[in-house]
């Protein structure tokens, strides 16, 4: 199956970098290669670009479309968190912009020996790094029910969660739930048919199970604060979102690092010692346009956030 997937805000989120003919930028989630050729595009002969990605099929696809700009393109296969050993291995201090597109790839989704989709029957599996130990079917016939119950209502905002959690629960005590088709059918029959609505009913589970395999939060939430602390003054770090979890982490993190004093507000001068890294250049986040959601629905959900570095006497 040919790799393909369609960058969301791509016109906006290239802008977002303020891209220097020289510099240097990391694209941490590489995928299709998308960002990357247009970030490559405006490069010059000195410019460098370091593409990282934990999908071996997404290094491959993007080797072959960027081949063109090789002599100035390092592609890693690992997770963004390891940004600091992949920078470092690298003999690079500081970086010009880090973009990051968090999320599942159209070609993950429509790969259904992947186990990502809720809409075809396959292998549970989920992972991004198809060499990592932890599946889907480990999540499943493996957590126990409490465990089960709260990822579906962390992850997933599932109402329904302590219900589905326990249809699970059961249904692995006559056999191993193995298949994609097997669990849509369990998470259906733990939701009344007359409250299945707004989408398909495996939607926010799916997703629950797709974000604790990869840990998706919390590699995002323990590497933004060092991805900062790479960016040259004036660096920005770019970063698209696609669910309300992913977006309230960037919000949150972004406005710590720009605001990080702990003093109490009615304080007169800040005595904690902690300085700000930079500004927050979204106050609210960009969205596409109606034309784009219209040509890629799954750019519907999608947010971008930008941060600046400045350094602070």
Known sequence: MKFSHKSVLLDETIE???????????????????????????LGPKGRLIGIDQDEDAIKAASERLKE???????????????????EDLNIEKVDGILLDIGVSSYQLDNLERGFSYKSDAP????????????????????????????IKNYGEEKFA???????????????IETTGE??????????????TGGHPAKRTFQAIRIEVNKEL?????????????????????IITFHSLEDRIVKNKFRDNEDPCTCPKDFPVCVCGKKSKGKVITRKP???????IAENKRAKSSKLRVFERRSIE
């Open 183 to 196: 669990l849509i059918e369990i998470i259906k029959a733990a939701i009344p048919a007359k409250l299945q």
């Open 69 to 87: 700009f090789e002599d100035k393109l390092t592609i890693v296969k690992s997770n963004y968190c390891n940004i600091k050993q992949v920078l």
């Open 124 to 151: 549970l599996d989920m992972r991004m790094d198809k060499s990592a130990s932890l599946s889907a079917k480990e999540v499943i016939n493996e957590y126990d029910e409490t465990e089960l119950f709260k990822v």
């Open 218 to 238: 919390e590699v995002l939430e323990n590497t933004i604060d060092t991805m900062i602390d790479f960016l040259k003054d004036g660096g920005r770090l770019s």
């Open 286 to 292: 960009i969205v596409p346009s109606d034309t784009e």
């Open 16 to 42: 977002s970098l303020n891209i220097k003919e020289d510099g240097i930028y990391v694209d941490g989630t590489l995928g299709g290669g998308g960002h990357s050729y247009e970030i490559l595009k405006r």
């Open 162 to 176: 302590k219900n589905i959690a326990k249809h699970i629960a059961r249904a692995r005590k006559e056999k191993a």
